[in-house]
């Protein structure tokens, strides 16, 4: 069985009311590789400034978890995320 892999490209955001719509479209590549530019700038600053402190976590760690975190949503292809409307309201957020 053939399979293509497909990631999400796009993450829309999505607000209407009454007198008002927005739409956010945010590219997950950019966002991603932005990530990965601050891992390596915060791994850059944790090697070149000393620690000070009781210090229980590394903010190097947290970047990478987000980094991660981005990837695995990716891969996921296209779906819905958020959609809620109460009164005249409408949010969205979907990947594509």
Known sequence: MWTKKYRSQLLLVSIKTDGFRLTLPLSLYVLEELVNSLCDLLELADYIIP????????????????R?????????????????????????????
Do not use: D, P, Q
Not at 71 to 91: F, H, P
């Open 51 to 66: 620690r000070t402190g009781k210090v229980h976590f590394r903010v190097v760690m947290i970047a990478k978890i987000c």
């Open 68 to 96: 991660t975190m981005i990837s695995e949503l990716r891969n996921y292809g296209r779906w819905e995320m958020v959609e809620v409307e109460a009164a005249n309201t409408r949010i969205h957020v979907g990947f594509y």
